[in-house]
């Protein structure tokens, strides 16, 4: 099974953050400050280290020069940082992940560039094997707002962003891991939702799961941003 350290990890941090609002009309929310001159960069990019990882690659857009000087190669975090820029045309979650390496890891870790997890991501890499393509982490009744798209049956997850069925009890949490094979066999289109193909791999019980008990914060909207702040000034 892949470990953190030998497991590459994309943080898709290139979204143009508009429910922000005037926020984020000077800077990508992957730089918004938080707290003691501390940016979320700081806060993703240390919890990212304490996980174990060591290569990043950071998949960006909006302002995305900005990131780059901001974190540089990675080394005061401890972390090998490359960059993969978004192109003219958009390319959306799967596009942006089949163009960040040229030729994909036997393993990948998918981390989204607005969120702070709870998790041990080496629990999700064990669930990493030969059986499946991917491995999705699944949340149980999630905080309010966020619209339940995903199941488990039998152990494994039904998953869809698009059509989500009513009675569904949890989200996607927001760390994956892909297979080669799995980021090979996604469609050529752009944009392309990397929703959609694990809705396809789901279907045919070809995705792990892994069960995570704590909530997640993000910097999605000011209202989470505020709670993010109030919860890291008590840490």
């Known amino acids: 099974m892949p470990s953190p350290s030998e497991t590459p990890l994309l943080i898709l941090a290139g979204g143009r953050a508009t429910r922000l609002r005037d926020l984020s009309d000077d800077r990508p929310k992957f730089l918004l400050p938080i707290r003691d001159g501390l940016l979320f960069a700081d806060f993703q990019l240390r919890w990212v280290k304490a996980q174990g990882f060591r290569e990043v690659c950071l998949s960006v857009g909006y302002r995305g020069e900005q990131i780059e000087a901001y974190c540089g190669d990675g080394a ?7 960059y993969a820029f978004d192109s003219p045309i958009a390319l959306g979650t799967g596009g942006a992940v089949k163009r960040a390496f040229r030729v994909p890891p036997p393993w990948l870790a998918v981390l989204y560039g607005d969120t702070i997890l709870t998790l041990n991501c080496s629990e999700a890499l064990a669930r990493a094997t030969s059986d499946v393509l991917a491995v999705m982490t699944l949340l149980k009744d999630p905080p309010a707002g966020h619209i339940c798209n995903a199941t488990l ?17 949890y989200i996607d949490y927001g760390f994956l891991c892909l297979s080669a094979e799995f980021i090979r066999g996604m469609p050529e289109t752009t944009p392309l939702d990397l929703s959609l193909p694990l809705e396809v ?16 914060w993000e910097v999605n909207t000011p209202d989470s941003l505020e709670e993010l702040r109030r919860h890291f000034s008590n840490r």
């Open 76 to 82: 005061r975090f401890g972390l090998a940082i490359s």
């Open 153 to 169: 049956l039998d152990g494994w997850p039904l998953y869809s962003k698009r059509d989500p069925k009513p009675g569904w009890r």
């Open 201 to 216: 791999a789901s279907n045919a019980r070809k995705v792990g799961a892994l069960e995570v008990p704590e909530r997640f």
